[in-house]
């Protein structure tokens, strides 16, 4: 468009020049008139080619302030990245590592892997058609466990009869005050029951057995929920139902 408007520029220019030199050669008011029309029309043209060019550079005025912007902007965003990748890279102490993802007092994992441990888990039981199985064990109220020090006893012995008992392959996390969460991989409904009293078994042949009781809630997938949370749910309508008989029991979820 630049170049249109010089080409008509220049030549309506040439045209004026030329017209006027024939009007004063030949004395013929007509030339003089196109010869003014001539200037008349390469002045606009030249106008338009100007503010043409003024835009132009404002344009590419713009465009500069927002690609030094842009620059600014994506070396502040390298920084940042930089930073994140190195905190990731960063070693970290065998303490450090515990102190993120185990709970103190019982051994096992902190609460917050809980649920996703879960979902993990009965995603790949819906992709194998294996059963899965949750346990909610919970301590026994006892005068001994109304403060700190006592719930953190209880909490510690029980954690380590969860560990000693449980497989390998399955998994434990401290819930809430009083409560452990297990995730028994590949295990229906009475291979949960045996386990859980098994833990229950474990506690009362040790040598705090008359003291300590827990009590348990089983739920398994798919017979009691088809859902991570619905099966959580039911594993701990399994407990109230314990607990409705008394301590040191163990009940199971009813069948959906």
Same mark, same amino acid.
């Given at each position: ?7 008509? #520029? ?5 045209? &004026?020049?030329?017209?006027g ?6 004395s +013929? ?5 196109l ?7 390469a002045?606009?043209?030249?106008? &338009?080619?100007?503010? #043409?060019?003024q ?5 590419r005025q $713009?465009?500069?302030?927002?690609? =030094? ?14 930073e +994140? ?10 303490k +450090?590592k515990?102190? %993120? @993802?185990?709970?103190?007092? $019982? ?15 009965? &995603?790949?039981?819906r992709?194998?058609l294996?059963?899965? #199985? ?10 001994? %466990? ?9 909490? $510690? ?5 969860v560990?000693? $008992?449980?497989?390998e #392959?399955?998994?434990?996390?401290r819930?809430g ?8 991989e590949?295990?229906? =409904? ?20 008359d ?9 398994c997938?798919?017979? %009691? @929920? ?8 039911q &594993?701990?309508?399994?407990? +109230?139902?314990?607990?409705? %008989? ?11």
């Amino acid at each position: 468009m630049t170049d249109r408007r010089l080409f008509v #520029s220049t030549g309506a220019a040439v045209v &004026a020049l030329g017209a006027g030199v024939l009007a004063v050669a030949s004395s +013929e008011p007509a030339w003089g008139v196109l010869a003014g029309a001539a200037g008349v029309v390469a002045g606009a043209a030249g106008a &338009a080619l100007g503010a #043409s060019l003024q835009r132009s550079d404002e344009r590419r005025q $713009t465009a500069e302030r927002d690609v =030094e912007r842009l620059t600014r902007e994506l070396e502040a965003l390298s920084v940042t990245l930089d930073e +994140e990748v190195r905190r990731a890279r960063a070693p970290q102490t065998p303490k +450090e590592k515990a102190e %993120h @993802a185990f709970d103190a007092a $019982t051994g096992l994992f902190d609460e917050r892997y809980f649920a996703v441990l879960v979902q993990q888990q009965v &995603a790949a039981a819906r992709r194998s058609l294996r059963p899965i #199985s949750v346990v909610i064990f919970e301590i026994d109220a006892a005068p001994e %466990h109304d403060n700190e020090a006592g719930r953190a006893q209880a909490l $510690t012995v029980v954690g380590d009869v969860v560990r000693r $008992t449980l497989r390998e #392959s399955d998994s434990a996390c401290r819930l809430g005050d009083l409560m452990i969460g297990a995730i028994l991989e590949d295990t229906p =409904e009475a291979g949960a029951v045996w386990a859980a009293e098994r833990v229950r078994g474990t506690l009362l042949a040790s040598p705090i057995g008359d003291a300590l009781t827990i009590s348990a809630g089983v739920a398994c997938y798919p017979t %009691h @929920a088809l859902g991570a949370a619905e099966l959580v749910q039911q &594993a701990g309508r399994a407990l +109230e139902e314990a607990r409705k %008989h008394g301590a040191d029991r163990v009940e199971v979820a009813p069948e959906v």
